[in-house]
């Protein structure tokens, strides 16, 4: 059924702007496809992060659902469009007091602090924290946001320098702050070529099966619209990637079998609208499911499937640390604490899922992406694709968040593929669902550990294992493996000490690099059990810390001589608290 367009006005800070569209539209995609608008971010499209807040008719609203019919004739404001001079103002105050790390929601932020600053010019924390409550930040913990819209109107509207000779431990305003404050930052989803083709991936929805494709051209030729369809049939170069090249073990388009839900295994590519309307579930594949696990314990379970021939028991790698002899040492002790710990997978929860476009500049692929790693991009890319480096050019678009999981390929071979087959620029922008999917996580853990003091509460030695739960592919895997047990003592003396852990396969999410390679967990296993220590002991807690932490000239267990930590001052700065 065709569902009539009329013509439409759109009221922004007084310019009347007619648009063409289907009166359930969402608002967040007519400003920022059809009038460019691109400060209206799009981090869920579903009401929940506030990316795209903006205001109709002075009021703060969730752009992404707002039907774009409920607007005709209202006064629409962004932070590229509104005439406020107290705009300005907050301008100045978020680049003052740092209140934009990676950006993506501070076009939202502003427009939500616009209308309290219009109703109460200076407020308090109370009214600031409620009026910003709707618009997420995953970056700054919010203490510099809510300072700067406390301090917006007492500034001038420039952030003074400091003075030359004294700028040592001065705040500074960063280099790439005007275009985050102003709206006018490139995102990943932010370009968009004339004429660029939009493409979709067909993911899994078992997390491990067999699967075939059934009849893949009479169902394109049923869809008006798309270009072409790309399986891993049509990958030019070596259908693998990942972060540590020699163990690269994740095909950009699955091969015949799927090992996590939400595994990619085919392309659709085509203009944008038809292409945006697909229902993907009527995609002509057929799926055998397989046994699966989830846990690191199912993954190394004797009846677990093995998801790669060459990893007896799903074991990626063990990475090990030893010196002294630490079961004697904790025979000997005068106390000793055990315990076993569980930690979970955690998302990243960026608020800009994963999106890029990439072109052809003669016989050079560029590719515009969020990212963290453009080079390992760059040399992982060619290799799928079958190109030399010198082919590929990765431009690091701005990335809204990333934490670790932006270090990992997403869109990039994807993009490439498709740009390369249809020789047509191509852009893609992973829903959230599909950016949870398919995104990398912390490793899930599980962790034994025992640590011994003598009596005067000084540690004699610590045991430690774990497993840790890298998913279907290894990703930071090995890297998380070998790093846990070097950290896992903490930033304590530990002479006597033995620490193993595993990376193990299963059917769950890629586990990846979140901030720390595995040590938080490891020091969720060896503070909780310092406390038991501590008790054991007879000791307070923070004064048994001090008394163990390193020093200037110590060694780690791995041999490392610290010439200088400060671990001690940090320790002794709590005191007081
Ligand atoms: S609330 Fe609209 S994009 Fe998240
Ligand atoms: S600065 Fe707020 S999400 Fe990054």
């Given at each position: 059924?065709?569902?009539?367009?009329?013509?439409?006005?759109?009221?922004?800070?007084?310019?009347?702007?007619?648009?063409?569209?289907?009166?359930?539209?969402?608002?967040?995609?007519?400003?920022?496809?059809?009038?460019?608008?691109?400060?209206?971010?799009?981090?869920?499209?579903?009401?929940?992060?506030?990316a795209c807040?903006?205001l109709?008719?002075?009021?703060?609203?969730?752009a992404?659902?707002?039907?774009?019919?409920?607007?005709?004739?209202?006064?629409?404001?962004?932070?590229?469009?509104?005439?406020?001079?107290?705009?300005?103002?907050l301008?100045?105050?978020?680049?003052?007091?740092?209140?934009?790390?990676?950006g993506?929601?501070?076009?939202?932020?502003?427009?939500?602090a616009?209308?309290?600053?219009?109703?109460?010019?200076?407020?308090?924390?109370?009214?600031?924290?409620?009026?910003?409550?709707?618009?997420?930040?995953?970056?700054?913990?919010?203490?510099?946001?809510?300072?700067?819209?406390?301090?917006?109107?007492?500034l001038?509207?420039?952030?003074?320098?400091?003075?030359?000779?004294?700028?040592?431990?001065?705040?500074?305003?960063?280099?790439?702050?005007?275009?985050?404050?102003?709206?006018?930052?490139v995102?990943?989803?932010?370009?968009?070529?004339?004429?660029?083709?939009?493409?979709?991936?067909?993911?899994?929805?078992?997390?491990?099966?067999?699967?075939?494709?059934?009849?893949?051209?009479?169902w394109?030729?049923?869809?008006?619209?798309?270009?072409?369809?790309?399986?891993?049939?049509?990958?030019?170069?070596?259908?693998?990637?990942?972060?540590?090249?020699?163990?690269?073990?994740?095909?950009?388009?699955?091969?015949?079998?799927?090992?996590?839900?939400?595994?990619?295994?085919?392309?659709?590519?085509?203009?944008?609208r038809?292409?945006?309307?697909?229902?993907?579930?009527?995609?002509?594949?057929?799926?055998?499911?397989?046994?699966?696990?989830?846990?690191?314990?199912?993954?190394?379970?004797s009846?677990?499937?093995?998801?790669h021939?060459?990893?007896?028991?799903?074991?990626?790698?063990?990475?090990?640390?030893?010196?002294?002899?630490a079961?004697?040492?904790?025979?000997?002790?005068?106390?000793?604490?055990?315990?076993?710990f569980?930690?979970?997978?955690?998302?990243?929860?960026?608020?800009?899922?994963?999106?890029?476009?990439?072109?052809?500049?003669?016989?050079?692929?560029?590719?515009?992406?969020?990212?963290?790693?453009?080079?390992?991009?760059?040399?992982?890319?060619?290799k799928?694709?079958?190109l030399?480096l010198?082919?590929?050019?990765?431009?690091p678009?701005?990335?809204?968040?990333?934490?670790?999981?932006?270090?990992?390929?997403?869109?990039?071979?994807?993009?490439?593929?498709?740009?390369?087959?249809?020789?047509r620029?191509?852009?893609?922008?992973?829903?959230?669902?599909?950016?949870?999917?398919?995104?990398?996580?912390?490793?899930?853990?599980?962790?034994?550990?025992?640590?011994?003091?003598?009596?005067?509460?000084r540690?004699?030695?610590?045991?430690?294992?774990?497993?840790?739960?890298?998913?279907?592919?290894?990703?930071?895997?090995?890297?998380?493996?070998?790093?846990?047990?070097v950290?896992?003592?903490?930033?304590?003396?530990?002479?006597n000490?033995?620490?193993?852990?595993?990376?193990?396969?299963?059917?769950?999410?890629?586990?990846?690099?979140?901030?720390?390679?595995?040590?938080p967990?490891?020091?969720?296993?060896?503070?909780?059990?310092?406390?038991?220590?501590?008790?054991?002991?007879?000791?307070?807690?923070?004064?048994?810390?001090?008394?163990?932490?390193?020093?200037?000239?110590?060694?780690?267990?791995?041999?490392q001589?610290?010439?200088?930590?400060?671990?001690?001052?940090?320790l002794?700065?709590?005191?007081?608290?």
């Amino acid at each position: 059924m065709n569902v009539q367009k009329p013509p439409m006005t759109l009221t922004i800070e007084g310019h009347e702007r007619s648009v063409t569209a289907e009166p359930g539209r969402r608002l967040s995609e007519v400003l920022r496809e059809d009038v460019g608008l691109k400060s209206v971010k799009v981090g869920c499209d579903a009401g929940d992060c506030g990316a795209c807040t903006i205001l109709v008719d002075g009021v703060q609203t969730c752009a992404c659902l707002t039907p774009v019919a409920q607007v005709a004739g209202a006064k629409i404001e962004t932070l590229e469009s509104t005439q406020d001079p107290l705009v300005g103002q907050l301008q100045a105050a978020f680049l003052q007091y740092g209140a934009a790390q990676c950006g993506i929601c501070t076009p939202g932020i502003m427009m939500a602090a616009l209308e309290l600053l219009r109703e109460i010019p200076q407020p308090d924390q109370r009214a600031v924290e409620d009026a910003l409550g709707g618009v997420l930040c995953r970056c700054t913990g919010y203490r510099k946001i809510i300072t700067a819209v406390m301090k917006a109107t007492d500034l001038p509207t420039a952030a003074p320098l400091p003075q030359a000779g004294s700028s040592v431990g001065q705040p500074l305003v960063r280099l790439d702050g005007v275009p985050k404050v102003s709206g006018s930052e490139v995102f990943g989803a932010d370009y968009v070529p004339e004429d660029a083709l939009l493409v979709r991936a067909v993911r899994a929805p078992y997390f491990h099966a067999a699967f075939t494709f059934g009849d893949v051209k009479a169902w394109q030729l049923d869809h008006p619209g798309i270009i072409d369809v790309f399986t891993a049939a049509d990958i030019p170069g070596e259908n693998r990637f990942g972060v540590i090249a020699p163990l690269a073990d994740q095909p950009a388009l699955a091969e015949a079998r799927v090992r996590f839900r939400g595994e990619p295994i085919a392309l659709v590519v085509g203009e944008p609208r038809p292409v945006e309307d697909l229902d993907l579930d009527s995609f002509p594949v057929e799926w055998t499911p397989l046994d699966h696990s989830l846990t690191q314990d199912a993954g190394v379970a004797s009846d677990a499937q093995q998801l790669h021939p060459d990893r007896p028991n799903n074991a990626r790698i063990t990475g090990r640390v030893a010196t002294g002899d630490a079961q004697a040492a904790l025979a000997a002790s005068a106390h000793v604490v055990s315990g076993q710990f569980e930690t979970g997978y955690v998302e990243h929860a960026y608020i800009e899922p994963e999106a890029g476009v990439a072109w052809l500049e003669g016989d050079k692929l560029v590719i515009q992406a969020c990212t963290q790693a453009p080079i390992m991009d760059q040399e992982e890319t060619a290799k799928v694709l079958g190109l030399p480096l010198e082919r590929v050019r990765i431009i690091p678009a701005a990335a809204g968040g990333g934490f670790g999981a932006k270090l990992d390929l997403s869109v990039q071979p994807l993009l490439g593929l498709c740009v390369l087959k249809t020789g047509r620029p191509c852009r893609m922008v992973f829903t959230r669902t599909e950016s949870m999917q398919a995104s990398t996580k912390r490793h899930p853990s599980t962790m034994t550990a025992s640590i011994g003091a003598d009596a005067d509460g000084r540690i004699t030695a610590m045991v430690f294992d774990g497993d840790f739960n890298t998913g279907a592919y290894a990703s930071w895997g090995p890297t998380v493996a070998s790093r846990v047990p070097v950290h896992a003592s903490g930033p304590y003396l530990t002479p006597n000490y033995q620490a193993t852990a595993r990376a193990i396969h299963t059917n769950g999410p890629v586990s990846g690099a979140f901030r720390g390679f595995g040590v938080p967990q490891g020091a969720i296993c060896q503070e909780l059990l310092y406390d038991d220590l501590a008790a054991a002991c007879g000791q307070d807690r923070l004064a048994f810390r001090q008394l163990n932490a390193l020093r200037d000239g110590d060694k780690t267990p791995s041999g490392q001589m610290l010439p200088s930590v400060s671990i001690a001052e940090c320790l002794d700065a709590l005191v007081p608290a």
